[in-house]
């Protein structure tokens, strides 16, 4: 007998199973994402050390006017953390969807992190 499972248990199975094969390193820190429904977040980690190097949403940018929809202000956080990756020192990293498919505001966020110079 199968049992159904809900979409939010077959994304924590599925960022289980990128998380097995993706490690952030000092070099190469992980870049992580999380998508609620309003917001997203991403953090740059090194899973060596267990540290956040830097965190970024778009919480903030919901009141600005240039960034209406949530794509929009997904692509402004992701230019907003390679800013602050770049500050850092960090120039590449490894990219962890967790578990999210790579559409809408996921990659909205993947490319404005592109056009802001990190390199994945």
Do not use: C, W
Request: aromatic fraction near 6%; charged fraction near 30%.
């Amino acid at each position: 007998m199968t049992i159904k499972l809900s979409k939010s248990e077959q994304r924590i199975r599925r960022h289980h199973r990128i998380r097995a094969k993706v490690i952030g390193t000092s070099e190469r820190p992980r870049l992580a994402i999380f998508k609620s429904n309003s917001y997203i977040y991403a953090q740059l980690i090194d899973d060596t050390k267990g540290a956040t190097l830097s965190a970024v949403s778009d919480m903030g940018l919901h009141g600005d006017k240039k960034a209406k929809t949530k794509t929009e202000r997904a692509r402004l956080a992701g230019a907003a953390l390679a800013k602050s990756a770049k500050e850092k020192g960090v120039k590449e990293v490894v990219f962890d969807r967790g578990g999210f498919i790579y559409t809408g505001r996921v990659r909205a966020f993947a490319d404005g992190a592109r056009e802001g110079g990190l390199v994945f």
